[in-house]
T-cell receptor
Framework: ETGVTQSPTHLIKTRGQQVTLRCSSQSGHNTVSWYQQALGQGPQFIFQ???????GRGNFPPRFSGLQFPNYSSELNVNALELDDSALYLCASSTNGQFISTDTQYFGPGTRLTVL | GESVGLHLPTLSVQEGDNSIINCAYS??????FIWYKQESGKGPQFIIDIRSNMDKRQGQRVTVLLNKTVKHLSLQIAATQPGDSAVYFCAERKASYDKVIFGPGTSLSVIP
């Protein structure tokens, strides 16, 4: 186990609704990254938060937003859900990424979102 | 754009044999190349990485080879076990920025 937890495990929403996913990072980690993994594909980077500020963003629209809290836990918010948003959403925690080996990035088990 | 891709989507090997999973990448500016293992219902698990200035790195039962000339990465698993059955992703990252770019994955199935 990595020590990274995510909630909820599964979630079903309908088109147009909004969703909030949560992630608790591993103790001592100050950086959280969020990824979207469609069925049968590799995870795609959404964005990263470091010390409560967005520290980089992938090719996702503004309706994907996030927060990081003082305890380094994080939320991913998706507004105006679309059918294509159905995926496994993964968070990964790490220490600040500059010049640190990749094995500091630990993934949670993910939240499976289904949009009907 | 950036991409990391795999040659083979599925691979079946006999228990005890060696496995080789291959990957092609296109972003020559990456500083680290990484292999992740993802079991059903779990998040990706780091296996091993290699810096771009190296061509080989060994871990416990695993070896990663990097050929920058042809932009090719491979993962070798020695004495494959049933517990190695999973989807394997190659990925890349720049040291100064923690974003990880994943490839589409190869499913490894170990036959007892």
């Amino acid at each position: 186990e990595t020590g990274v937890t995510q909630s909820p495990t599964h979630l079903i929403k309908t088109r147009g609704q909004q969703v909030t996913l949560r992630c608790s990072s591993q103790s001592g980690h100050n950086t959280v990254s969020w990824y979207q993994q469609a069925l049968g594909q590799g995870p795609q980077f959404i964005f990263q938060y470091y010390r409560e500020e967005e520290n980089g963003r992938g090719n996702f629209p503004p309706r994907f937003s996030g927060l990081q809290f003082p305890n380094y836990s994080s939320e991913l918010n998706v507004n105006a859900l679309e059918l294509d948003d159905s995926a496994l959403y993964l968070c990964a925690s790490s220490t600040n990424g500059q010049f640190i080996s990749t094995d500091t990035q630990y993934f949670g088990p993910g939240t499976r979102l289904t949009v009907l | 754009g950036e991409s990391v891709g795999l040659h083979l989507p599925t691979l079946s090997v006999q228990e005890g044999d060696n496995s080789i999973i291959n990957c092609a990448y296109s972003n020559s500016a990456s500083d680290y190349f990484i292999w992740y293992k993802q079991e059903s219902g779990k998040g990706p698990q780091f296996i091993i990485d290699i810096r771009s200035n190296m061509d080989k790195r060994q871990g416990q039962r695993v070896t990663v080879l990097l050929n920058k000339t042809v932009k090719h990465l491979s993962l070798q698993i020695a004495a494959t076990q049933p517990g190695d059955s999973a989807v394997y992703f190659c990925a890349e990252r720049k040291a100064s920025y923690d974003k990880v770019i994943f490839g589409p994955g190869t499913s490894l199935s170990v036959i007892p």
